[in-house]
């Protein structure tokens, strides 16, 4: 069977994560909704996404085709649905919202012509940004049964102290020494190469995922995830960082989202939580307007490649498009549109030459490579958030 992961109908409300990638490329939990799916189903898959993203994405069609959309989380009862579907069967969910469907070929196809199996399994949905850190806890949970399963940690160092160490997994090549890992409120997991800096005090859930670093004394809160290769310091809690993004320094991260290479400069920090204790409205960028988060707790939405000046500080319910950069004094708006160059006094356009200079430094310093794909998309980002820049 020839499995491919499609966008759906959230991929507008996961902007900016989505400007750069398909939802299937979304961190929550440990690892990628897409890894989710691959190991779940045990085969490849491919994606339907955007135009603009297909040639990094590419879709591979083959005889026998399901689709899968990709704001769902898989677990095994979904799974195997999802594998019993025939020909022309789309399951969905209560609120008719499509999960998968089977096709044969690729041929255009009308999914209302197809035989509707609404499913009873109980689902997790990505459908908002704010739902990446928001659900994040249960995300960790289900990776870590899904990783660790039938499989022994590496030992945990005598110099740290522990609590419930058996719900904390060290793999191969981590170093974790003279910390604090409390996961007597969920599951601490400490992924291949990565390292934990002596002082620093971690309470579960947590993932530390391939190559990351927790740098000394930072206090970090559930349900958190650092993604591959991250850098982490000072206080963070219940935030996810995708890949290759630093908050290295003193200073607070909560409830919010970091993209890929993104940077938090020394001493800066994001309001969580609104002085009149209301819900936070966030921008939605296909209403054009501030959208009801349903949530107290909402921090910093920040897109890739974007990155903030030391002593930076954030209005709760922020969102930072692509590639901008952020620096001075004040509060900047609670929105920056993508390739914005300012802060608080203004802002003006972060010309597009400049921006992927820098993001090809950036990458270089991990050797990784900015390729050409990497470049157009990143050009029709630009050209995209010209409406919402003040230029």
């Given at each position: 069977?020839?499995?491919?992961?499609?966008?759906?109908?959230?991929?507008?409300?996961?902007?900016?994560?989505?400007?750069?990638?398909?939802?299937?490329?979304?961190?929550?939990?440990?690892?990628?909704?897409?890894?989710?799916?691959?190991?779940?189903?045990?085969?490849?898959?491919?994606?339907?996404?955007?135009?603009?993203?297909?040639?990094?994405?590419?879709?591979?069609?083959?005889?026998?085709?399901?689709?899968?959309?990709?704001?769902?989380?898989?677990?095994?009862?979904?799974v195997?649905?999802?594998?019993?579907?025939?020909e022309?069967?789309?399951?969905?969910a209560?609120?008719?919202?499509?999960?998968?469907?089977?096709?044969?070929?690729?041929?255009?196809?009308?999914?209302?012509?197809?035989?509707?199996?609404?499913?009873?399994?109980e689902?997790?949905?990505?459908?908002?940004?704010?739902?990446?850190?928001?659900?994040?806890?249960?995300?960790?949970?289900?990776?870590?049964?899904?990783?660790?399963?039938?499989?022994?940690?590496?030992?945990?160092?005598?110099?740290?102290?522990?609590?419930?160490?058996?719900?904390?997994?060290?793999?191969?090549?981590?170093?974790?020494?003279?910390?604090?890992?409390?996961?007597?409120d969920?599951?601490?997991?400490?992924?291949?190469?990565?390292?934990?800096?002596?002082?620093s005090?971690?309470?579960?859930?947590?993932?530390?995922?391939?190559?990351?670093?927790?740098?000394?004394?930072?206090?970090?809160?559930?349900?958190?995830?650092?993604?591959?290769?991250?850098?982490?310091?000072?206080?963070?809690?219940?935030?996810?960082?995708?890949?290759?993004?630093?908050k290295?320094?003193?200073?607070?991260?909560?409830?919010?989202?970091?993209?890929?290479?993104?940077?938090?400069?020394?001493?800066s920090?994001?309001?969580?939580?609104?002085?009149n204790?209301?819900?936070v409205?966030?921008?939605?960028?296909?209403?054009?307007?501030?959208?009801?988060?349903?949530?107290?707790?909402?921090?910093?939405m920040?897109?890739?490649?974007?990155?903030?000046?030391?002593?930076?500080?954030?209005?709760?319910?922020?969102?930072?498009?692509?590639?901008?950069?952020?620096?001075?004094?004040?509060?900047?708006?609670?929105?920056?549109?993508?390739?914005?160059?300012?802060?608080?006094?203004?802002?003006?356009?972060?010309?597009?030459?400049?921006?992927?200079?820098?993001?090809?430094?950036?990458?270089?310093?991990?050797?990784v490579?900015?390729?050409?794909?990497?470049?157009?998309?990143?050009?029709?980002?630009?050209?995209y958030?010209?409406?919402?820049?003040?230029?």
């Open positions: 069977m020839n499995y491919i992961l499609f966008d759906g109908s959230s991929r507008d409300d996961l902007l900016p994560f989505t400007f750069t990638r398909p939802v299937a490329d979304i961190r929550i939990g440990i690892l990628t909704v897409r890894e989710k799916w691959e190991k779940m189903l045990g085969n490849q898959t491919s994606t339907k996404t955007e135009d603009y993203l297909s040639g990094k994405w590419p879709i591979i069609i083959g005889e026998k085709n399901i689709f899968i959309n990709s704001s769902f989380i898989p677990n095994k009862d979904l195997e649905s999802i594998q019993s579907l025939q022309n069967q789309k399951l969905v209560k609120n008719e919202d499509t999960i998968a469907y089977f096709q044969q070929g690729n041929s255009e196809v009308d999914l209302n012509s197809f035989e509707t199996i609404e499913t009873e399994v689902t997790l949905k990505v459908a908002h940004t704010w739902d990446i850190f928001s659900k994040n806890r249960e995300a960790i949970e289900s990776d870590f049964r899904l990783i660790t399963q039938n499989r022994k940690s590496q030992a945990i160092h005598e110099s740290n102290f522990v609590k419930a160490a058996g719900n904390v997994f060290i793999e191969e090549g981590a170093i974790v020494e003279n910390c604090s890992l409390n996961a007597s969920g599951p601490i997991y400490i992924g291949k190469d990565a390292v934990v800096m002596e002082g005090l971690i309470r579960g859930p947590f993932a530390l995922c391939e190559g990351a670093m927790v740098k000394l004394g930072a206090k970090i809160y559930g349900a958190t995830t650092i993604g591959p290769a991250c850098k982490v310091g000072g206080e963070i809690n219940n935030s996810v960082l995708f890949e290759n993004s630093n290295g320094h003193d200073g607070f991260l909560g409830n919010s989202v970091l993209g890929e290479w993104c940077n938090i400069g020394a001493d920090n994001n309001s969580n939580l609104k002085n204790y209301a819900e409205r966030l921008w939605n960028y296909k209403s054009e307007n501030f959208a009801k988060t349903g949530l107290q707790f909402c921090g910093l920040m897109g890739d490649h974007s990155k903030c000046a030391i002593n930076t500080m954030f209005n709760t319910g922020t969102v930072i498009g692509v590639s901008a950069n952020i620096f001075g004094s004040g509060f900047p708006r609670n929105f920056v549109p993508g390739f914005s160059w300012g802060g608080s006094a203004g802002t003006s356009t972060y010309k597009l030459e400049k921006a992927l200079e820098t993001a090809e430094l950036v990458m270089q310093r991990r050797e490579q900015l390729t050409e794909e990497d470049r157009k998309i990143l050009t029709n980002v630009f050209d958030s010209a409406k919402w820049r003040k230029n």
